[in-house]
């Protein structure tokens, strides 16, 4: 089956730039989606097809994805962008379709 | 406004069942296909499969095969997801979300989540 590995953590200054990435086999093949998740609250999609921010995101958010790296980027990283953090595919590869989650990773504003 | 809302919170004894609501209101109910996805305590996301609601067509998670029944009732909206032989690690929140075209059928709207605890 498919496996999306993310780092756990990801730490950043107030200001700064956050980089998460999403670790897959040829998954530049793949349309990735992101969500944040706060403590206690729903996911939220942040990033759809790669790199489209539904409406409503701020454009900090911004996301990439090429070869086996998806990477979600947070520009002028806020107190409030302290959140898990998960990427999402729809893997068709096998005879049994079905979406896979990463493992999620948690950004600390410092 | 779009809105998922679930059902409340269950206390289930291994090896029964539960079953769990998500009705849907400020939408075509069958336009968009409906996916519940899981998450145990301090844990990540679990997708444990998909409806369309339209036509009633099923795909699950190969993990939860046999034991995963997901059903619609277009009439009121609402998507149940019922889980059966429970066992202590099904203890998570549970959440119904919603498939969206328009997001290249990312998850746009979630329901709040229903917390199902498995225990003795």
């Known amino acids: 089956s498919y496996v999306l590995t993310q780092p756990p953590s990801v730490s950043v200054a107030p200001g700064q730039t956050a980089r998460i990435t999403c670790g897959g086999n040829?998954?530049?093949?793949?349309?990735v989606h992101w969500y944040q998740q706060k403590p206690g609250q729903a996911p939220v999609l942040v990033v759809y097809?790669?790199?489209d921010r539904p409406s409503g995101i701020p454009e900090r958010f911004s996301g990439s994805n090429s070869g086996n790296t998806a990477t979600l980027t947070i520009s002028r990283v806020e107190a409030g962008d302290e959140a898990d953090y998960y990427c999402?595919?729809?893997?068709?590869?096998?005879?049994?379709?079905?979406?896979?989650f990463g493992g999620g990773t948690k950004l600390t504003v410092l | 406004q779009v809105q998922l809302v679930q059902s409340g919170a269950e206390v289930k004894k291994p090896g029964a069942s539960v079953k769990v609501s998500c009705k849907a209101s400020?939408?075509?109910?069958?336009?968009?296909?409906m996916h519940w996805v899981r998450q145990a305590p301090g844990q990540g996301l679990e997708w444990m499969g998909r409806?369309?609601?339209?036509?009633?067509?099923?795909n699950y998670a190969q993990k939860f095969q046999g034991r995963v029944t997901m059903t619609r009732d277009t009439s009121i909206s609402t998507a149940y997801m019922e889980l059966s032989r429970l066992r202590s690690d099904d203890t998570a929140v549970y959440y119904c979300?919603?498939?969206?075209?328009?997001?290249?059928?990312?998850?746009?709207?979630w329901g709040q989540g229903t917390l199902v605890t498995v225990s003795s």
């Open positions: 097809d790669d790199s």
């Open positions: 040829n998954i530049g093949s793949k349309s």
């Open positions: 400020g939408y075509t109910f069958t336009g968009y296909y």
């Open positions: 999402q595919v729809w893997d068709s590869s096998s005879d049994h379709p079905n979406v896979v």
């Open positions: 979300a919603r498939s969206s075209p328009q997001y290249s059928y990312g998850y746009d709207y």
């Open positions: 409806i369309n609601p339209n036509s009633g067509g099923t």
